[in-house]
């Protein structure tokens, strides 16, 4: 998790990498630093705390003159957030200087070795052993840069995304990637280098997304070498042109990313089915589906990986295929599923979530199914990503940058991908009729004009949000298709108010939770038409006979749910198994307002990071 950014070129680096980390912050906040090299010094400034803090500090200590520069974002593994513990490191000498985003296992033991011959350590980290350890292979052995990053990465388990420099030879800059990613911007007689392309989309369209496994040499005004780092076979590099463009992943007028990403919804999800459904003709396109058809109908059982929201949309999609398709469905947890044993055949096809497509655990998940023999399906937001890539087919699901921590539109469009997906399976498997078909992509194509209705009670769950603000704890219920809603709508309470919040299967609530309920307890539960409506009237009486505070998220005109629970907020109805997609709506901005009056960071949450590339 971390961000890294590096310039070479002839432009002032300073401005370009500090750009670059502030973009990056959503993959870690906790510190940052930034090494710039002025022609005849290199001088490095970090800090714990955010790269505004940084900015702050290094603008008062060290010149920001130079044409080369790398930068780092830190969410810490090795070490706590601290200033010595940011990146970029030095080596011994002060030659070499590194940025790191990933972990060596292996880094206790390379230590010991490096101390037995003198090497000393100023950090907790695995980065500074990393730095060293190449330091110590162009000492011994004689090499250049690229041949010595080379030798000690064969050296290391773990996984990164590094950049190394080396101030004796400052015209070039050393790249390597294993289970991070790493983007080379490449522009006119300058490279940039990022985890992602963001940093650099107002300078270049034009990128190569290093491999796993490829190590590059990138020299000023000359070009990129690129090597497989285990046996240095030259690869010859994709240059890919970028679709991404600066609005995308500025804020546009909201106050956070998150805002900003709620309401992208009905453009989100317009973005996801645009030009795949095609309701005139009663047909859906989907070419990662189409082209494996048979592979995918003929599943014997689909097994959904993901983590968090992710998992919260794979749930959805389990109850969707299963009514729709007919086709058996477990979900799991990638964290769970990768480390137990699981039963896995080849008739098996396994579905992995994921919005940045970088999810540690939902890559091994991956893996693993398909060294058992499984076909893998990707379902991720971020383009050229590595899951996206790890997989043997996908369907991407077009809703721009996400940016803020907690995802919202990452999740409502997850789940219109994997309708449409059960949707083409039920009709390639005569498990619906021409009719219900139909109806399914008028209802779909409906859905964001009913989101940009349920958007509407902005104002009213503010005010609901300023009652309950200084509620210690709350309980989501929810059934059906719903209750994967009530879980998600939890987990945004917790990540972005820090306030404990649980999700349950609002018949599950006898069974324990609701020992928990009295006055003090806020109880959200989603009550709208179809389904298991009158159960849901039922588990309401229950919650209010023990003085449960009731938040309900109800059908537009709905009465008897307003009449037991103490505020409604209305969504229009929908067709039951699309309801997630609007009720999610008023839970996404009840848990935004309330962050905000806390004063919460709101889009970098405490000890997260948008981007899990750690296990
Ligand atoms: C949700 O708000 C979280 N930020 C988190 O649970 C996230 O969904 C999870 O880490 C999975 O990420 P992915 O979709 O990028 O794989």
């Not at 769970?336 to 992995?352: G, H, L």
Request: some cysteine.
């Amino acid at each position: 998790m971390c961000g890294i950014v590096g310039y070479i070129g002839h432009r002032d680096a300073y401005p370009v990498v500090l750009k670059g980390l502030q973009r990056l912050e959503y993959r870690g906040y906790d510190s940052a630093g930034i090494a710039i090299y002025d022609g005849e010094e290199l001088k490095l400034c970090k800090t714990q705390g955010k790269v505004a803090d940084l900015k702050e500090k290094l603008e008062n200590t060290i010149t920001t003159h130079g044409n080369v520069a790398i930068g780092h974002t830190r969410w810490a593994t090795h070490g706590v957030p601290n200033d010595v513990n940011s990146h970029p490191h030095y080596s011994n000498s002060g030659d070499l200087v590194i940025i790191h985003n990933g972990i060596i296992e292996n880094y206790d033991a390379l230590k010991k070795e490096l101390q037995t011959r003198g090497y000393t350590f100023k950090s907790d980290t695995d980065t500074e052993v990393l730095v060293n350890l190449i330091e110590d292979v162009i000492l011994k052995e004689n090499v250049k840069l690229g041949k010595a990053v080379q030798i000690a990465l064969n050296q290391t388990i773990g996984a990164y995304a590094i950049a190394v420099y080396n101030k004796s030879k400052p015209d070039e800059i050393v790249v390597a990637r294993l289970g991070s990613p790493l983007a080379i911007g490449v522009g006119e007689d300058e490279f940039f280098i990022a985890s992602d392309a963001s940093p650099f989309i107002e300078f270049t369209k034009n990128a190569i997304y290093l491999e796993d496994g490829e190590m590059a040499v990138i020299r000023r005004n000359k070009e990129v070498k690129v090597r497989k780092i285990q046996d240095d076979t030259l690869v010859d590099p994709y240059l890919q042109e970028l679709q991404l463009n600066l609005e995308q992943i500025e804020k546009g007028g909201y106050d956070h990313f998150m805002l900003k990403e709620i309401h992208e919804q009905p453009t989100a999800i317009k973005d996801t089915y645009r030009g795949r459904m095609l309701p005139d003709e009663g047909l859906i396109r989907m070419a990662g589906v189409d082209d494996n058809l048979e592979r995918i109908a003929n599943a014997k059982r689909i097994l959904i990986v993901a983590c968090g929201t992710s998992w919260h949309a794979g749930l959805v999609a389990e109850y969707i295929f299963e009514e729709l398709a007919r086709i058996p469905v477990e979900v799991e947890y990638a964290s769970e599923f990768r480390y137990r044993n699981p039963i896995i055949s080849e008739k098996d096809v396994i579905i992995a979530i994921s919005q940045s497509g970088e999810t540690a655990d939902t890559m091994a998940a991956i893996k693993l199914a398909k060294e058992k023999g499984a076909f893998a399906f990707g379902v991720c937001n971020v383009v050229g990503s590595s899951i996206s890539r790890e997989t043997n087919a996908g369907a991407y699901t077009h809703a721009g940058p996400e940016i803020g921590v907690a995802s919202t539109k990452a999740f409502t469009t997850q789940i219109t991908v994997l309708t449409l997906m059960a949707l083409k399976l039920a009709k390639h498997n005569g498990t619906i009729s021409n009719t219900d078909f139909r109806t399914y992509l008028q209802e779909l194509e409906l859905v964001p004009g009913k989101i940009e209705k349920a958007l509407e009670a902005d104002e009213h769950i503010k005010y609901i949000s300023d009652i309950y603000k200084d509620a210690r704890n709350c309980l989501y219920l929810g059934r059906g298709f719903n209750f994967p809603v009530a879980l998600e709508g939890a987990l945004k309470l917790k990540e972005i108010s820090y306030i404990h919040a649980e999700g349950y299967p609002a018949a599950e609530m006898k069974h324990g939770p609701i020992a928990l309920i009295d006055e003090e307890m806020p109880v959200v539960v989603i009550a709208t038409k179809k389904g298991h409506y009158e159960k849901v009237v039922s588990n309401i009486q229950e919650i209010k006979s023990r003085k449960g505070k009731i938040i309900a998220i109800v059908t537009e005109g709905d009465t008897e749910v307003r009449e037991l629970a103490d505020h409604v907020i209305e969504v229009p109805e929908t067709i039951e198994p699309l309801t997630p997609l609007v009720t999610t709506i008023p839970l996404q901005l009840l848990s935004y307002h309330i962050a905000v009056m806390l004063g919460k960071n709101v889009d970098q949450p405490r000890n997260l990071a948008k981007s899990v590339t750690v296990e």
